[in-house]
């Protein structure tokens, strides 16, 4: 158990639908990652957040968005869903910001769009 | 472009059988991680090793950062190691990790 927290483990819903992952980091990790696991784009990076803030985008659509709250906790929403967004979704998290800090690993978030 | 690539990317083995799985990279690193998943889809952090040697039971792994490319090593494998190992790194330009296409692991009994 890495300590970092995703619900829910599964989420199936219909095309054109809106959803929100959401993510509690380890006790004490300030900085928050999204990552997206498809079978033809394999793990990508989405976003970073540390301390309530946004730090880095990655291959994240526009129809995605994320937030982190001052409790660290962090919320994934995707909204006008495609069969292409099915995917297992990843959040990490680290101590820090910078590029030196172990990443640990969430159980992930399953989504299916029907 | 930059770049992270697994070597195989397929692997048979009987159990006991000792394995040598590559990752090569492209860019200077921060941050170099192996992952295994499970088949439940889980992401288990095995080590966080941007230079240097560790071992952990089993399992070793080496990191050459200077030649941009880091080993793991499996030893007497068991049929609970089967899964797909990833080699993950932060180049010295970002902050996410950039996964490599893994390298998916059968230990048949």
């Known amino acids: 158990d890495s300590g970092v927290t995703q619900t829910p483990k599964h989420l199936i819903t219909a095309t054109g639908q809106r959803v929100t992952l959401r993510c509690s980091p380890r006790?004490?990790?300030?900085?928050v990652y999204w990552y997206q696991q498809s079978l033809d784009q394999g793990l990508q990076f989405l976003i970073h957040y540390y301390n309530g803030e946004e730090r880095a985008k990655g291959n994240i659509l526009e129809r995605f968005s994320a937030q982190q709250f001052p409790d660290l906790h962090s919320e994934l929403n995707l909204s006008s869903l495609e069969l292409g967004d099915s995917a297992l979704y990843f959040c990490?998290?680290?101590?820090?910001?910078?590029?030196?800090?172990?990443?640990?690993f969430g159980p992930g978030t399953r989504l299916t769009v029907l | 472009g930059i770049q992270v690539e697994q070597s195989p990317p397929d692997l048979i083995l009987q159990e006991g059988a000792n394995s040598t799985l590559r990752c090569n990279f492209s860019d200077s690193v921060n941050n170099l991680q192996w992952f295994h998943q499970n088949p439940w889809g889980q992401l288990i952090n095995l080590f966080y090793?941007?230079?240097g040697t560790k071992q952990n039971g089993r399992l070793s792994a080496t990191t050459v950062a200077t030649e941009r490319y880091s080993l793991l090593y499996i030893s007497s494998s068991q049929t609970t190691d089967s899964g797909v190992y990833f080699c993950a790194v932060v180049f010295n330009s970002g902050y996410a990790l950039n996964f490599g296409k893994g390298t998916s692991l059968l230990v048949t009994p």
């Open positions: 990490a998290s680290s101590a820090g910001h910078g590029s030196y800090n172990e990443q640990f």
């Open positions: 006790s004490g990790d300030l900085s």
């Open positions: 090793i941007p230079s």
